[in-house]
């Protein structure tokens, strides 16, 4: 069938060796479908194959050159006349001749006298059918061409987790040939690794926890060594499971994996400078603040503040320095180290230092509801979480601006923490982006400043089972607003 018939008329072949019975369907088709008759089966096979092959073949049976059954059989032979759809008009009323032309392929079989509505019906019903099937062998290779060609791999699983086909950029990305994919577990050719060189627990794989759980794992970084180039790679797995619309189990399962190797190299590069210049960087910070403190003991008057100054800088490049390096400790980390946390000291400890560290802003702490008596969380990490962003908002706000912290237990009995400036505002393009390693706004080139902030917030708030998420409104300012769920209710004992 040609691929626009959706687009005109539907071209019909109208077959019959009896010129009053091809007017007989002439008239019944003619006001809704464009015609072609002929009344030999030779001549049909012929027009058949023209340019403009027709959507539809009414055939007779019995015809002196050629009768439809050897006319049908060479439609089917043929490669561009054997998806046409034929329907047999004819006055036959045998089972035997009947079952013989759908068994080579007919799709209906009309008996003469042919009533106009049922013939109708039945020209439509085939040519409805034909669209949905063309329409949706067209859908089936375009996916088969993109299956084939696209960069990321992608593997399915069946539900014990044996992979049943993998595409070309899934093989050559982990340097197999399909035989050695074939049938085998997920897990058995390769001993996968976390960021820091430990082992990947069985149990911790992205395909054993989509299929134990049926809900997807997503964007899991995970190393393995690589047959081919014998050198470790580093992919992002996700594991998205199909699950049976009436029991809800997983009954398969696509893995998607992309190649992150030159990321996570250059990352790991960066850390590794880091480390090296923080380690250079901290004796002449140390020896500065010492004797900052030696010069504050002996002088008074107008060299005081300037000292305190002096210190006050001192202790933010320190500071700049712990937060580059945060998130190569949680990878490092990889885990919390969970204990009852105090949160409104914790709050009130966190806007005090960022008053402290400036002169131009008002902090203000504000609590909407009582907090959890009993939050269990990362003390450590949530001070660097709500550090990273009084100190962006403090960055990115002008003199005299005012910024709020404000905390509360929501009806869910998570705790809510949010930050609002009235700074420069985020585009909306960019509201999601900004939490990506590295990633800097256009409006901020010109601030201090390695776009490393929002990254460790998400890490952070996702690593105490929550979230992160920003609202801003350009030149009128930014709201962050963090979501914990608190592992105990409150009232429960501290664990």
């Not at 490049?317 to 946390?341: H, K, M, N, S």
């Not at 402290?356 to 802003?361: F, K, L």
């Not at 929501?410 to 393009?429: K, T």
């Not at 590295?438 to 996702?462: C, E, F, P, S």
Request: with cysteine; hydrophobic share 40%.
């Amino acid at each position: 069938m040609n691929p626009d018939s959706a687009l005109r008329q539907e071209l019909l072949l109208l077959v019959d060796d009896v010129p009053a019975n091809l007017r007989t369907l002439e008239k019944i088709l003619v006001e809704h479908y464009r015609l072609k008759l002929t009344t030999s089966g030779a001549a049909a096979i012929q027009l058949a194959n023209r340019e403009e092959t027709p959507d539809l073949i009414l055939l007779d049976l019995y015809m002196p050159d050629l009768d439809g059954l050897a006319v049908l059989a060479q439609l089917r032979a043929g490669e561009r006349t054997k998806e046409i759809p034929v329907i047999f008009v004819t006055a036959e009323e045998s089972v035997l001749t009947e079952s013989a032309g759908i068994n080579l392929g007919a799709d209906d079989y009309v008996i003469k006298p042919v009533a106009a509505p049922v013939l109708l019906a039945r020209v439509r019903g085939i040519l409805r059918r034909r669209a949905a099937e063309a329409s949706l062998k067209q859908s089936e290779e375009q996916f088969r061409s993109l299956y084939a060609t696209m960069t990321q791999g992608v593997v399915y699983h069946d539900a014990q987790g044996r992979i049943l086909h993998a595409n070309p950029a899934a093989l050559q990305i982990l340097g197999v040939t399909p035989d050695r994919l074939q049938g085998a577990q997920a897990l058995a050719p390769w001993p996968f690794v976390h960021r820091d060189g430990a082992p990947f627990p069985v149990d911790m794989h992205p395909t054993t926890v989509a299929l134990a759980t049926g809900q997807p794992v997503k964007e899991v970084l995970m190393g393995m060594q690589h047959p081919g180039r014998k050198t470790q790679i580093w992919i992002q797995v996700s594991a998205i499971p199909r699950c049976d619309p009436t029991t809800g189990r997983p009954c398969g399962l696509f893995t998607t994996f992309t190649d992150v190797t030159p990321q996570v190299v250059l990352e790991q590069q960066q850390a590794l400078f880091l480390r090296m210049l923080n380690h250079e960087v901290r004796t002449p910070l140390a020896i500065m603040d010492s004797n900052c403190q030696l010069l504050a003991l002996e002088q008074t008057g107008e060299r005081g503040p300037a000292l305190a100054a002096i210190r006050a800088a001192v202790a933010k490049v320190a500071e700049l320095f712990d937060r580059c390096l945060t998130q190569d400790r949680l990878a490092a980390i990889g885990t919390l180290t969970l204990a009852p946390v105090n949160l409104e000291q914790l709050l009130n400890a966190v806007s005090q230092e960022a008053q402290r560290g400036t002169n131009d802003h008002l902090i203000m702490l504000r609590l909407d509801s009582p907090l959890p008596a009993h939050f269990v969380g990362d003390a450590t990490l949530l001070r660097i979480l709500l550090g990273n962003l009084l100190d962006n908002a403090v960055r990115y706000s002008p003199d005299g601006g005012a910024i709020e912290l404000v905390a509360q237990t929501d009806g869910l009995g998570q705790v809510v923490i949010e930050v609002c400036d009235e700074g420069i505002g985020i585009p909306e393009s960019e509201r999601e982006q900004i939490f990506d390693r590295y990633h800097r706004t256009h409006q901020v080139h010109d601030k201090m400043g390695v776009g490393l902030g929002l990254y460790i917030v998400r890490n952070i708030a996702r690593l105490h089972g929550g979230e992160v998420h920003c609202t801003s409104t350009l030149d009128e300012g930014s709201a962050f607003r963090v979501t914990l769920p608190s592992p105990l209710r409150p009232g429960e004992p501290g664990v």
